[in-house]
């Protein structure tokens, strides 16, 4: 159950990001008129708060999640020295 709440996870985390990146190519920023009604609108700041936001997020969440699974694992393996690889 774990496994595929990670894979869950993931998989959301990568959509939010594909979704954030896509975002800053469909919003024609420089008609006001284009993304207005969006949510977060009428001003850019909003819509692209409301449609990146989450997908920075994902993004940070992930990277720190590996960044502290990283530095677990190098905890649990011994360290070895380089003149003892003898």
């Not at 774990?2 to 990568?14: F, P, Q, S, V, Y």
């Not at 694992?73 to 003149?83: F, K, L, N």
């Amino acid at each position: 159950m774990r496994k595929a709440a990670w894979i869950a996870g993931i998989i959301l985390g990568l959509y939010l990001i594909a979704r954030a990146v896509a975002e800053l190519f469909v919003v024609d920023m420089s008609n006001p008129a284009a993304y207005r009604n969006d949510w977060g609108g009428p001003s850019l700041i909003g819509v692209l708060a409301v449609h990146c936001g989450p997908g920075l997020l994902a993004g940070a969440a992930i990277v720190a999640v590996l960044v502290r699974r990283r530095a677990r694992s190098s905890e649990r393996s011994p360290r070895r020295r380089p003149h003892d690889a003898a």
